[in-house]
């Protein structure tokens, strides 16, 4: 009778600490999810790009922050999914739109830096510049150069070889 109480106990205890542990996992994992694997930044719904860096898989916050990844690790980077800006919905590279450098950047800090004297702060680098946002039809990419400017290309011409 002891020895099966103390069994249970153990028992017990041993669930405790599994389902702690795998709440702990699991919060850390979606974290993970929401963050980009290059510049940390939050991974932003409409502009999410997943990829792979050799067998590695990256979620990455806009496609110009996945395209410095190569140049980042030095390992070959394929990009398995981009996402449609419209819908936010997930988009194969070679279907994809790419309108570079609107005035729409998910990336870029809202509102613009003023230092001191109020004079406003160009930024001179960031990685998430230009701007890169993709969609699934062209119609649609060609609606939003008209409010936001840019320039429309498809994914291949701005990273060729980058999904196979
Ligand atoms: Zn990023």
């Given at each position: 009778m002891r020895r099966l109480l103390t069994f249970l106990g153990v028992a017990i205890l041993l669930t405790i600490a599994l389902g702690v542990g795998y709440t702990g996992w699991k919060i850390s994992r979606s974290r993970a999810a929401h963050v980009?694997?290059?510049?940390?930044?939050p991974v932003h719904p409409e502009s999410k790009v997943v990829g792979f860096v050799e067998e590695q898989r990256g979620v990455y916050c806009c496609p110009a922050c996945a395209l410095t990844a190569h140049r980042q690790t030095g390992k070959p980077v394929r990009l398995v999914a981009l996402t449609d800006?419209?819908?936010k919905t997930e988009l194969r590279p070679e279907q994809a739109y790419i309108v570079q450098d609107?005035?729409?950047?998910?990336?870029?800090?809202a509102g613009a830096l003023v230092d001191e004297t109020n004079t406003p702060h160009q930024?001179?680098?960031?990685?998430?510049?230009?701007s890169y946002l993709a969609f699934a039809h062209r119609s649609a990419a060609e609606s939003f150069i008209e409010k936001h400017g840019g320039k429309l290309m498809r994914f291949e011409e701005l990273a060729p070889g980058y999904h196979h």
């Open positions: 980009c694997a290059i510049c940390s930044r800006y419209e819908t609107s005035d729409v950047n998910p990336c870029a800090r930024v001179h680098f960031d990685r998430c510049s230009p």
